[in-house]
């Protein structure tokens, strides 16, 4: 089992930077794809990033493309987010996953564990 908590949510300006982190327990995190996923109000939850086993390879939406930044790091067992020119419509509560299935990007992996989610709350 591997247990993962976001953290680092919060209020920002637009334009403003968060950077979230996802711990993970139970486990290593080195055999694990990591992926970052959002969910606002109302909608579905979506795909922001995603990151493989050794940090090497990194995958995004395109509306966050550039401004976000995906990373991990096995030795603190840890994953991040940085977020970047924030904008209000990437308001939403953000959740990691982390993946054993397959070392490279699909939107139909299928991830293990998920996190509970932290705000993200941008104002213009």
């Known amino acids: 089992q591997v247990q993962l908590v976001e953290s680092g949510g919060g209020l920002v300006q637009a334009g403003g930077s968060l950077r979230l982190s996802c711990s993970a327990s139970?486990?290593?995190?080195?055999?694990?794809?990591m992926g970052w996923f959002r969910q606002a109000p109302g909608k579905e939850r979506e795909f922001v990033a995603f990151?493989?086993?050794?940090?090497?390879?990194?995958y995004y939406t395109p509306s966050v493309k550039g401004r976000f930044t995906v990373s991990k790091d096995n030795a603190k067992n840890t994953a991040y987010l940085q977020m970047n020119n924030l904008k209000p419509e990437d308001t939403a509560v953000y959740y990691c996953?982390?993946?054993?299935?397959?070392?490279?990007?699909?939107?139909?992996?299928?991830?293990?564990?998920w996190g509970q989610g932290t705000q993200v709350t941008v104002f213009s």
């Open positions: 996953a982390a993946s054993s299935f397959s070392d490279s990007y699909s939107p139909r992996l299928n991830y293990d564990y």
């Open positions: 139970g486990r290593t995190l080195a055999t694990y794809v």
């Open positions: 990151i493989n086993w050794r940090g090497t390879y990194t």
